[in-house]
């Protein structure tokens, strides 16, 4: 069975079950952000109960998850004018996170209620949905700056505990907020590193000789760096007002 086969049969599968999961699911699927996920699945766990090896997965297993994926996002941002393309930028961005989740081992049967118990995949949807903006602080220095100003320790994503994953969320969410609705919030969840090196590749093949590499290099962190201090400038002001809309 082709990964084109199983797409369709999962986007079959969501329609029929609209219900049951989050169209959110379906369009991360229909843009084809989840190809490499899907291959994974085991094409007959689609009609029989199987026992799995070969890092398979099942298709509700895999639909489960990115549903809780989903709604955790939904939960911490729901306030977030570029919603759906941040889920297309951290799905697309994160594979290891990502793959992590879909591999988490549940006791109780994979339903939508039933894992919401289970930590282990909720500290996996955190972690995947921290990730870039963890990673970016090889290239943000004020990331560390307002992760140590709220007692959060710069680590490696897989090192982060549960708790302290959430520590991450709760900042992160609170700074999408404080924007309002506003902003560029979708680069908190870009992956800079990737966005750098296709900006560099097109400004190589570019016939302008005005600025070097080094220097496209440089102007295009420099954006990011002034986008970020802009938003955290905005959470820093209007922090103190937060708890009256817990």
Do not use: W
């Amino acid at each position: 069975m082709t990964t084109d086969t199983k797409t369709e049969l999962l986007r079959y599968k969501l329609l029929h079950q609209r219900y049951d999961y989050d169209m959110e699911v379906y369009n991360l699927i229909a843009y084809g952000e989840l190809s490499n996920e899907i291959s994974r699945i085991d094409e007959l766990s689609f009609s029989f109960m199987v026992e799995l090896e070969n890092e398979k997965i099942t298709p509700i297993q895999f639909l489960v998850y990115m549903n809780e994926f989903v709604r955790y996002m939904k939960l911490y941002f729901y306030n977030m004018a570029t919603f759906q393309v941040s889920l297309r930028e951290i799905v697309k961005e994160n594979k290891e996170e990502l793959n992590a989740l879909l591999d988490c081992k549940c006791d109780v049967p994979y339903n939508c209620f039933g894992i919401r118990k289970n930590e282990n995949i909720k500290e996996c949807c955190y972690k995947l949905i921290i990730a870039s903006f963890i990673k970016n602080a090889k290239y943000v220095p004020v990331i560390k700056t307002i992760l140590d100003d709220n007692h959060i320790e710069l680590k490696e994503v897989k090192d982060y505990s549960l708790k302290e994953s959430e520590q991450v969320l709760n900042l992160l969410s609170d700074i999408v907020f404080s924007q309002r609705g506003r902003g560029i919030t979708m680069e908190l969840f870009e992956s800079i590193e990737s966005n750098l090196k296709e900006h560099l590749e097109r400004k190589s093949k570019s016939k302008s000789k005005k600025y070097t590499i080094e220097d496209y290099k440089n102007r295009y962190i420099d954006s990011y760096i002034k986008n970020y201090e802009r938003m955290f400038k905005a959470y820093n002001v209007r922090k103190k007002y937060l708890r009256y809309f817990i």
